[in-house]
Structures are given as structure tokens and as C-alpha cells.
T-cell receptor
């Protein structure tokens, strides 16, 4: 059974803080993704990675960066959090050989 | 980039009725179309998918149809039950050989007992 975990379910940060969101998967999947989910906007891709130390911009990368030092771990970094980054953040993993994405439980981030 | 439009944004039905959610896509090379269900407070999970070489796929009470000419695909749920209440997302993989998905805006389905 695929397991994708995220470091926090709820997080409250102040404007200007550096924020780290971590995602870990235990199925040896090559591909990992970070999305943000906002009502009426669906799931929007921030960044994705096809291999260790590889990263690709998604549709809304501005204000975010990522790190993938190990295959099982994909981190999303908000360099200087702003109130418009208040959102639900979802991580997903995917095997290189397939299309199905397996999601983590999400982190609801509030920036005040 | 690829664009996926999903309608309606909300759908309310009585238990036992059918529900239909529609999505249109822009990339004519798109070849894979999944549907994800997200129950309240839970993570999205794949419920059914279809590839471009078939026009319809069924799995018990759910089915997906694909019209490549018109570039749209639909999710059909028959004999709806209260546990079908959730947010449903369509997606498409574009014409790429890797797994990047573009998601629709989501449909909140409410099934009234």
C-alpha cells in the first residue's frame, strides 16, 4: 500500500518567514509533485521532480522553490511567506512506469 | 500550456439519481484522462481513468466517456449514494510520455438522502 506523508497537517506562519513543507513516500517512486489547492481553482502544479536533484517548474512556481536530495523526500520551500500563499498544499508521488498519482494528506498553511 | 475546463462547479442530486460531470481539454495529443475523488478532509484518490484508444470505460456505478473529436470527457455516476458526496477532479496528461497531469477546477457533488 502506497504511503505518502507530509510533515504537518496544519501550519501557521508569519509574513516573511521561510517555510519548509516536507513530503516522504515509501514506494520508491521516481516522480514527485507539489500542488496547491484553492476553492474553485482545482489543483495547480507548483513544481515536480523526476529524479533525485532534478526539478521542473509547474504552472505556478513563483515564490516557491523545491529540493530533492533523496528519492523518497521532496521538500517545498517558501522563501518569504506571503498572505497570498495561504492555501492547502498537497504532495503526490508517481512511479515512472505509470500515470496514477498518490497523494499525501495535505498541509493547510495559513500565513498571517 | 494545457488547459482543462470542468463543469459544473457544484452539483446537487437526490439519492438514486444519476450525476454527470464534464471536462474539456485543449491538447489534441492528450492520451490519458483520470478522475480523482476527494472526500471532505481526505486526500484525492483515483477512481477511474481512460486512455485515448477507447471511448468508454465502466466500473460498477461509475463510467467515463471520451470524445476525442470534440476534446471532452465525462464522468457518469449512476444510482448515486450519500457516500458519493465529494469533490471530483478531472485531469489530463497532455501529449507527454511522462506523468504530469493538468487538473480541472473540481466539482462539489452533494447527494441528498
Amino acid at each position: 500500500d502506497v504511503k505518502v506523508t507530509q510533515s504537518s497537517r496544519y501550519l501557521v506562519k508569519r509574513t516573511g518567514e521561510k517555510v519548509f513543507l516536507e513530503c516522504v513516500q515509501d514506494m520508491d517512486h521516481e516522480n514527485m509533485f507539489w500542488y496547491r489547492q484553492d476553492p474553485g481553482l482545482g489543483l495547480r502544479l507548483i513544481y515536480f521532480s523526476y529524479d533525485v536533484k532534478m526539478k521542473e517548474k509547474g504552472d505556478i512556481p513563483e515564490g516557491y522553490s523545491v529540493s530533492r536530495e533523496k528519492k523518497e523526500r521532496f521538500s517545498l520551500i517558501l522563501e518569504s511567506a506571503s498572505t497570498n500563499q495561504t492555501s492547502m498544499y498537497l504532495c503526490a508521488s508517481q512511479p515512472a512506469s505509470g500515470y496514477e498519482q498518490y497523494f499525501g494528506p495535505g498541509t493547510r498553511l495559513t500565513v498571517t | 500550456g494545457e488547459n482543462v475546463e470542468q463543469h459544473p462547479s457544484t452539483l446537487s442530486v437526490q439519492e438514486g439519481d444519476s450525476a454527470v460531470i464534464k471536462c474539456t481539454y485543449s491538447d489534441s495529443a492528450s492520451n490519458y484522462f483520470p478522475w480523482y475523488k476527494q472526500e471532505l478532509g481526505k486526500r484525492p484518490q483515483l477512481i477511474i481513468d481512460i486512455r485515448s484508444n477507447v471511448g468508454e470505460k465502466k466500473d460498477q456505478r461509475i463510467a467515463v466517456t471520451l470524445n476525442k473529436t470534440a476534446k471532452h470527457f465525462s464522468l457518469h455516476i449512476t444510482e448515486t449514494q450519500p457516500e458519493d458526496s465529494a469533490v471530483y477532479f478531472c485531469a489530463d496528461a497532455g501529449g507527454t510520455s511522462y506523468g504530469k497531469l493538468t487538473f480541472g477546477q473540481g466539482t462539489i457533488l452533494t447527494v441528498h438522502p
